[in-house]
């Protein structure tokens, strides 16, 4: 057994007896009330899930296992002559819940490196669909072809002891995330870059090599695609690739079924697709007003169009953040110490002063402030990374860290199939007459 799958295993089984101890104990007390508004407006805020790799503060915004953004940039190991965390290292704390050393955070490089090959058929399968087609389906179907080499289907079908559940997904996680820059960074080439696709570089770590897969060997680049890759990786169990993944494992399906699950969410405009969805606003704000460099009054007035016709402003307001994201400011802090003169990136920092007043008069907007997305487009504009519709898939390849260090926990937890319990509004009209009991069979 490899030296993480060892400790991640010491970690689940410790956290495994502590449960049982405390369902044992605490297993009837209630964790909170359920209103009928939350039953049909998404759950807001209705606990339901367990998600030990991070958790969400509506004030502070996200932490992995207990560590904000800035301390993570501050203590994880970087890149020789980098200041930005390699997300090797945040995988490895999500995993196991501890800071690895710069040594761990090697092996985990070379770990991934070794586990890259992708198979030829997973790139005809990419090459059998229209050039066209948008990077995040080519991307799901690309998962999906890759679902061939899935040690845990293999190994289900030839009759696995569900203790060695953990075992199998744990590889294919590994697995899986180690060959998902080869297959991004191809669609990538084969898209916009007339199929000239670059092999890997098995010197560089999972991002600078990602980077160099696409096309871009500029340092500063590489730097963005390691914070890039570390901030996007998770935000608590509840969002929608997040549980998506979570859902669709609890059937036993493969990391990859279940990943592609949580990608076929992320490509939603609500959701991941909001990035490409800002950069094409802005694009377009741009061009009706016929500048280059919108004011804020401009972009106000703009902003309250693109609400009279009934659209969202994309990259503003969350489901559970109440601030401005810490995503967004790292990204923003990052644009300040590398391209303070962009002009896109300051149209960026002026949306960001005009957008949340316009928004706040607007009693329904519950966050007013920026999220991830209303930053991540300009600075990938500014190193050449124009396609926008790519955008997305990028956010793909960061959430796997997460999604996936979820579902091990998941398995080695043996949590079991998620089935909540439904309503029809009849029902609720009976229940609400006290002629029927809500609660059913
Ligand atoms: N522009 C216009 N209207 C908005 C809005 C925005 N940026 N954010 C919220 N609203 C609207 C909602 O559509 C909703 O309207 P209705 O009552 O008419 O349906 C109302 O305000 C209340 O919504 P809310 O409770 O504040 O927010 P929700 O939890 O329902 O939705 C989110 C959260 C992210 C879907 C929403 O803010 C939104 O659509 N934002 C724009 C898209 C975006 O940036 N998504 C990316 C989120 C981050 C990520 O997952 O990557």
Redesign the pocket.
């Known amino acids: 057994m490899g030296i993480i799958k060892d400790r991640f295993k010491e970690k689940a089984d410790i956290t495994a007896a502590e449960i049982k101890d405390l369902l044992k104990e605490h297993g009837n007390k209630k964790i909170g009330e359920v209103t009928l508004s939350q039953v049909y407006?998404?759950m807001?805020g209705m606990t339901g899930l367990v998600t030990e790799t991070s958790l969400l503060d509506a004030q502070e915004g996200i932490r992995f296992r207990g560590y904000s953004i800035p301390e993570l940039q501050k203590q994880l190991p970087k890149a020789p002559g980098g200041a930005e965390p390699l997300p090797e290292g945040l995988f490895y704390l999500m995993l196991i819940g501890e800071l690895p050393d710069e040594e761990t955070v090697q092996y985990i490089t070379s770990n991934w490196q070794r586990r890259s090959h992708v198979p030829n058929h997973v790139f005809s399968t990419i090459e059998a669909l229209p050039v066209g087609t948008h990077p995040m389906t080519q991307f799901v179907v690309a998962v999906m072809a890759l679902q061939t080499e899935s040690q845990f289907s293999k190994r289900y079908a030839a009759g696995m002891n569900k203790k060695d559940y953990w075992d199998a997904l744990f590889d294919d996680t590994m697995d899986l995330i180690a060959r998902l820059p080869r297959v991004a960074a191809y669609i990538y080439r084969r898209k916009y870059k007339n199929g000239d696709h670059i092999q890997p570089n098995g010197l560089l770590d999972w991002a600078g090599n990602f980077a160099h897969m696409m096309g871009f060997e500029n340092e500063e680049f590489k730097e963005l695609m390691r914070l890039y890759m570390t901030i996007h990786a998770d935000?608590e169990g509840g969002?929608?690739?997040a549980h998506t993944t979570h859902l669709v494992g609890s059937a036993l399906s493969d990391p990859y079924l279940s990943f592609a699950a949580g990608m076929n969410g992320?490509a939603g405009?609500?959701?991941?697709?909001?990035?490409q969805?800002?950069i094409k606003w802005i694009y377009e704000m741009r061009e009706t007003l016929n500048t280059e460099s919108p004011s804020k009054e401009q972009i106000a007035e703009y902003v309250k169009k693109?609400?009279a016709e009934g659209?969202?402003?994309?990259?503003?307001?969350?489901?559970?953040l109440r601030k401005t994201?810490p995503r967004f400011t790292a990204q923003m802090d990052f644009g300040k110490r590398h391209l303070p003169n962009d002009p896109l990136v300051n149209t960026v920092w002026n949306i960001y002063e005009a957008v949340p007043p316009v928004?706040q008069t607007?009693g329904?907007?519950?966050?007013?402030w920026p999220?991830?997305?209303?930053h991540s487009g300009a600075l990938l504009v500014h190193y050449g990374m124009v396609e926008y519709e790519f955008y997305t898939v990028l956010?793909g390849v960061s959430r796997a860290l997460g999604v996936l260090a979820s579902l091990c926990w998941d398995r080695a937890l043996g949590l079991p199939l998620e089935r909540p319990k439904s309503i029809t509004t009849n029902q609720v009209k009976l229940w609400l007459d006290g002629k029927d009991e809500i609660w059913g069979d």
């Open positions: 407006q998404g807001r935000h969002n929608v690739s992320l405009p609500l959701h991941g697709l909001a990035n969805e800002v693109t609400l659209k969202v402003v994309p990259g503003y307001g969350h489901a559970v994201d928004l607007i329904k907007i519950k966050n007013p999220n991830v997305d209303a956010f």
